[in-house]
């Protein structure tokens, strides 16, 4: 399964996509597509020898042609998969739909709790007594497609927003490659009525 993966920072998911790569494993990341040029997960790619791209929004008048020439760039490497994995740009809907059902995002809440940014911050002042992460197919709407597998923990009293980050982290790292293998594996498709695994409705 040929995959590309989106990121804008660090690429630490990124880091936990390549290191699930084995012979065995029939995923392979073709490219690193950032729209930084300071992410540092562009080096982590080029450490494990993966091609990588840089396309800078700032170079585009809108978010349309941006990407249009985001799309022009991925299908280059004819991906089966497309992982989005801390992409910080909102897609437009046409981005969306030319890849739907082959588009992937992690998001660091219990979905469909905490859309958008801040998530730990936001969890914590809630006094939620749990939080996690969500892997989810990408639909138009925002953190709002399908959800495929979810990564729960309970929160400390008193936690602080950087621990409790830290430790939704830690679940990504897990979760992330698990569910992108099962993609790989023809295991995991999109449907009208949402994700299904091993033809059973999640
Ligand atoms: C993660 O928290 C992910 O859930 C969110 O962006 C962050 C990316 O972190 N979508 P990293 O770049 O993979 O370290």
């Not at 690429?11 to 992410?39: C, F, K, M, W, Y």
């Not at 396309?55 to 989005?84: G, T, W």
């Not at 990504?172 to 293998?181: C, G, N, S």
């Amino acid at each position: 399964c040929n995959v590309v993966v989106l990121i804008s920072g660090n690429g630490s998911n990124l880091q936990a996509l390549l290191d699930s790569q084995t012979p065995e494993h029939p995923l392979r990341i073709s490219a690193v597509i950032s729209n930084r040029a300071d992410a540092y997960g562009l080096e982590r790619a080029a450490q494990a020898n993966v091609p990588t791209q840089v396309l800078n929004h700032k170079d585009f008048s809108s978010r349309e042609d941006f990407d249009a020439a985001l799309i022009q760039l991925i299908d280059q490497y004819q991906p089966h998969l497309v992982v989005l994995a801390g992409f910080m740009r909102i897609l437009s809907a046409g981005f969306v739909e030319h890849y739907q059902g082959r588009l992937l995002n992690i998001h660091p809440s219990l979905l469909p709790k905490y859309k958008g940014l801040e998530t730990h911050r936001r969890a914590l002042e809630a006094g939620e007594p749990e939080h996690g992460c969500s892997v989810h197919f990408v639909s138009a709407e925002l953190d709002g497609g399908p959800v495929i597998a979810q990564a729960r923990l309970r929160v400390w009293p008193n936690e602080s927003v950087d621990t409790l980050a830290h430790r939704v982290h830690e679940l990504e790292h897990q979760i992330y490659p698990m569910v992108t293998r099962w993609f790989a594996e023809g295991r995991l498709r999109l449907a009208t009525q949402g994700a299904m695994l091993d033809g059973k409705l999640l």
